[in-house]
């Protein structure tokens, strides 16, 4: 019999028999499950502090690494040097002369690790080190005592040998006074722009602070000196700018030395330098004061100096003396290599002159002493000059 659609009961049994609970299949698709927690911010997090741990791990091995490095460079130490501490060095300045010489890689690194190892106490004195070598070598070769130990002597500009040779003896006492100005006038140590027939090192040892070990002769101080003057005479040029000059690598020596002299403040040093060399080119006596003390007794009147028949007296003899009166330094060096101008053929200093002889005739010629300072003042003509000399002697600088 079929089912009847019309009637209600037939209907509902269609309509429940078309129940999708009623399909397994069904049943399965349709199913709303409670929703699980979301987990996902966790893990983000989990993965960003792993990433952020291989990271550190990751520089602290670099920086490990790369503090190793510089600890002990990789490859074989270089052959040992000299290396001298100076005298009042402190770890910091010795760590960067140790980098800027090529001992260490890093200053930093060095001064951490001497802390870390207890500290260092420096002896001033020669050392034997070899560059690129482990940092702790290093620094046992700084602690124990130097192989030679120094004493740092200082010759000022204008010192002659003999009292370079007095500052000298008194800073090393076994170092005689008598063996140095042997060694300085024996002819045995020459520099190159020594003059055939003269012995004197006078002029041609360099004014500066030498470190003088505990090894030392007198005669290897002054061969070090002569090096050291030759040394600046080359990179000022002194070969052929004394020859710009008409002068000789020694004469330019002796016209420094009494430019160092003569002059006591920085800025006169040109001017006096021109003077000297206008009045030798001209053929006028030179007439420095200094000059005439040199090897004489500085207590002695300048009255009687100045009757003294000697060769240093330029008040007697026209050009320069036969040697130099001092040791001069670089500036004063410099100065004759690059004497101030002269006086502007317009200026009021050569007013006076005649025309004729205005152009090449305004030398300046002339200076004396004009302040308390020892600033000079300089003149063209004899007149001039006296003008000064008046005026110093109502200041009472003269």
Known sequence: MGLRLDDPRERRAVEWANDPWDDPDATDAIVVERPRAQRWPFKWLAFTLLAIGLVGVLVAGSVGWWYLQQINPSGDPEPSVNFTVEEGETVETLSVRLQNEGFITNARVFRWYVERQGGLELTPGYYRLRPMDHMGNLMQVLSTPPEQTYTSVTFPEGFTLDRMAARLTDRVPRLLITDFIAAATDGSIRSEWLPEGVNSLEGLLFPDTYQVSNGESAEQVIQRMVSMMERVG???????????????????????????????????????????????????????????????????????????????????????????????????????????????????????????????????????????????????TLEQHEANVQAALEAGLL
């Open 234 to 380: 080359r990179q000022e040029d002194i070969v052929v700018k004394g020859y710009e000059q008409a002068l000789t690598a020694y004469q330019v020596l002796i016209v420094a030395s009494m430019v160092e002299r003569e002059a006591k403040v920085p800025e006169d040093r040109a001017m006096i330098a021109r003077v000297i060399l206008n009045r030798l080119r001209i053929g006028m006596p030179l007439q420095i004061d200094a000059t005439l003390f040199y090897q004489q007794d500085p207590d002695r009147p300048f009255s009687e100096l100045k009757e003294i028949d000697s060769p240093y007296n330029t008040y007697r003899y026209v050009g320069l003396p036969p040697t130099p009166i001092a040791n001069p330094g670089r500036a004063s060096i410099q100065a004759v290599l690059n004497p101030a101008p002269n006086p502007a053929e317009g200026g009021a200093e050569c007013a006076v002159l005649p025309d004729e002889v205005r152009k090449d005739q305004c030398l300046w010629l002339y200076y004396v002493l004009a302040d308390e300072d020892g600033g000079h003042a300089f003149s063209v």
